[in-house]
Structure formats: structure tokens, C-alpha cells
């Protein structure tokens, strides 16, 4: 049975409304609400007019009198209690419509008037309070990240010079041992790029450089960097792709991309691996490219197909493997996201597996009204 997993970039209404879809509602503020929670000022009412019904019956007045009297002061607290629940009414409405649409908690507290009820001021400033230091952390969080970004970047070029110079010397090498150390070389390679990547993807700016890239060109680079997996593993690259056909995105992001997901064939028992792509829709306004890459691999167990693309999920393949960190297909699916790049991916135990990266089609004929 083949089963697929996707990945696809939502707003962050759309997420809102998923997370609140699969846990619980939230309490909403309606009268009835308020007045159960005032249901013991309600009791100590209620006990209050008919203590007094007893203490007028005592006076000696006539029953008229004596409801015209209770019914009055009952009157009166109903005329309070609506009165105060609908004092507190706009702030409470105001707060669940904030919270709901909010992309950060700590714009909640700017989002909301001071109300005039007392619990609601100092609801207001303890809120204020802690928007203040959730902004501050935020802020923190933001210099450590870029603080690690610009740590990691460094290491990695730095890393690059002695990788770059050996894979120089190893080219004038031959025989068994050279070969060995030119995979070796290549895994250290794409380690260091896993290491860059995983921090631009996850860091607050995205500096990608989007340009249009010809796909054939581009799927046999990446093959030509990993020759010595490919070879080692004995998997054969097969290109059925038109020279003709580009597609917007980054060069060095979809690089990567691709290069993880030829790795990963390499790794799971792949003997052949297919990059075909073409083009749907031209001429409209949903007009795609697609790069399908398959391979005739040991696949995927079906239950673990909508976990693929979590971080850190090696699955039992990666187990067996014993070198996975379960970050490969996660990293490339986050890049593609940040591109506006769908990704894509099927599979079926002992049948290989299927990745479809889809870019959008920008045709200079259409025009959007």
C-alpha cells in the first residue's frame, strides 16, 4: 500500500485554527457563564429578599407589599449584574478576539484598552508585565540564534578550506584506499552542510537569493559531488529531464536539497535513481514545475511514512542504517517551505520511494487581476 506524507506552509491563522481544532475551546464570556460564576452572590440575594419578605411579614403588611418590596430589590441586583457583566463584556471580548488572531503573545497586552473594572486593571498590568518579559526573552533568544547562526557559518567555511584541499589531493590518488577516503571526505562534507543548514532554517531571516535555475544541469551537479557514494553504493543516476526546463528557487538551497535526498537512495538500498520533471498548467495562473525524484530503494514502512518529515525521526530504516540523525528530510522539507517550494513524499516497503518537489510557475503571460 503506498502512503504519502506532504509538507505545506499554512498562515498563521490556518495553524490558529488547526491547533484549535484538535484540542479543547477556550471559555467564552456570556451571561450565563457570568452568572454561574456569581451564583453565590446570586444564593446570598435570594436568602437576603426572602429574609426580609419574613421580617416585613413580621411589620405586618400585606403580602402585596411585602412582594411588591422583595420584587423590587431583586429588581435591582438583576439591573446590577447585567450592568456589571456588561461592563466587563467589551474587555473579555476584545481579549479572546486578540489572543485568537495574534501572531506573538507579547503584542496581547498593546492589542487591549485599559478597562474600567478593577480585576480587569490589574489583569491589564500583570498582562502588560508579562508581554514585557516574553518580548525580552524573545529578544534574547533572537541574539543567541543569530550568535550560534554566525558561530556555525564561520565554522563551516573554515571547515570547507581542508576539505576542499583534500578532495584535491585525493583526485591525483587511485585504488582502494583513496576511494574509501573520497566517500569519507564527501560524508564530512555533507555533514558540514547539514550543520549550516539546520541553523538558516531555523533562524528569524531567510536570506535565500531566488533566481531561475535549470533543473538538469543542477540534478547532475549534485550527483557529480556525491559520485563517490554513488559509486561505493553502486547506484546508477537515470535523467529524464528537459534541458530546456528551469524552475524559481534558490541554487544553493535546492542544492542541498537534492543532494540529502540522493544521499538518503544511496543509503537505503537503492540501485537506480530517477530524476524526471516537467511542466503542468502554462499559461495559467497555477502553473507548476515538478522535479520527481524515485528510486527502486527498500521504501518506507507505511506507519511511518507521516513522520518522515519530524525532526529528528531516523525510523527503522535509519535504525538499521546506523548513521541517521533523522534531520536530512526535515531540513530539506523546512527550506523548500521557506521557498514557497512544495515537497512531497511516497512510498512503499521493498518498492523504493518517490519525492515530488513542485515550484511555482511564474509565466510572464499571465496576469493576475
Known amino acids: 500500500m503506498r502512503t504519502s506524507a506532504t ?13 484549535e481544532a484538535s484540542g479543547e475551546k477556550g471559555l467564552a464570556f456570556t451571561f450565563p457563564a457570568y452568572a454561574a460564576d456569581c451564583k453565590w452572590a446570586i444564593a446570598g440575594v435570594l436568602v437576603g429578599v426572602a429574609l ?35 461592563r466587563r463584556r467589551r474587555f473579555y471580548l476584545r481579549l479572546a478576539e486578540a489572543s485568537s488572531s495574534l501572531q506573538h503573545a507579547y503584542y496581547l497586552a498593546s492589542e487591549l484598552a485599559e478597562p474600567s473594572f478593577l480585576e480587569g486593571r490589574i489583569f491589564h498590568n500583570a498582562l502588560q508585565e508579562v508581554c514585557r518579559a516574553d518580548g525580552r526573552d524573545l529578544q534574547e533568544e533572537r541574539h543567541k540564534l543569530k550568535a550560534q547562526q554566525e558561530f556555525v557559518d564561520m565554522w563551516v567555511h573554515e571547515v570547507k578550506t581542508p576539505i576542499a584541499a583534500s578532495k584535491l589531493t585525493l583526485a591525483r590518488m587511485h585504488g582502494p584506499e583513496a576511494s574509501a577516503l ?19 532554517v531555523e533562524s528569524l531571516s531567510q536570506d535565500y537569493d531566488l533566481r531561475d535555475v535549470p533543473l538538469l544541469p543542477l540534478c547532475q551537479e549534485a550527483c557529480k559531488s556525491l559520485s563517490s557514494l554513488l559509486i561505493h553504493r553502486g547506484v546508477a543516476p537515470r535523467f529524464n529531464i528537459p534541458a530546456d526546463l528551469s524552475a ?4 544553493s538551497w535546492v542544492t542541498f536539497v537534492i543532494r540529502q535526498l540522493i544521499s538518503n537512495c544511496a543509503k537505503y538500498g537503492a540501485t537506480c535513481i530517477t530524476f524526471s520533471a516537467w511542466a503542468e498548467g502554462r499559461g495559467t495562473t497555477t502553473g ?14 507505511a506507519d511511518e511514512v507521516p513522520h518522515v518529515l519530524e525532526r529528528g525521526f531516523s525510523g527503522s530504516n ?36 518517490r519525492v515530488l518537489l513542485t515550484f511555482p510557475l511564474y509565466d510572464a503571460k499571465v496576469t493576475e487581476l
Open 318 to 353: 535509519g535504525r538499521d542504517e546506523g548513521s541517521s540523525t533523522g534531520m536530512g528530510l526535515y531540513i530539506a522539507s523546512k527550506l523548500c517551505l521557506s521557498m514557497g517550494i512544495g515537497f512531497s513524499l511516497g512510498s512503499e516497503l521493498g518498492k523504493g520511494t
Open 7 to 19: 509538507k505545506e506552509a499554512l498562515s498563521p491563522r490556518e495553524a490558529l485554527a488547526a491547533e
Open 248 to 251: 524559481i528557487a534558490d541554487r
Open 288 to 301: 507548476k514545475v515538478v522535479l520527481q525524484i524515485a528510486d527502486d530503494g527498500v521504501g518506507i514502512p
Open 182 to 200: 573520497k566517500l569519507d571526505v564527501e560524508r564530512i562534507e555533507a555533514a558540514c552542510e547539514r550543520a549550516l543548514y539546520n541553523t538558516r
Open 52 to 86: 426580609l419578605g419574613g421580617m416585613l411579614a413580621v411589620l405586618g403588611l400585606g403580602t402585596a407589599a411585602i412582594l411588591t418590596c422583595c420584587g423590587f430589590v431583586a429588581l435591582l441586583f438583576a439591573l446590577v449584574l447585567v450592568g456589571s457583566y456588561l
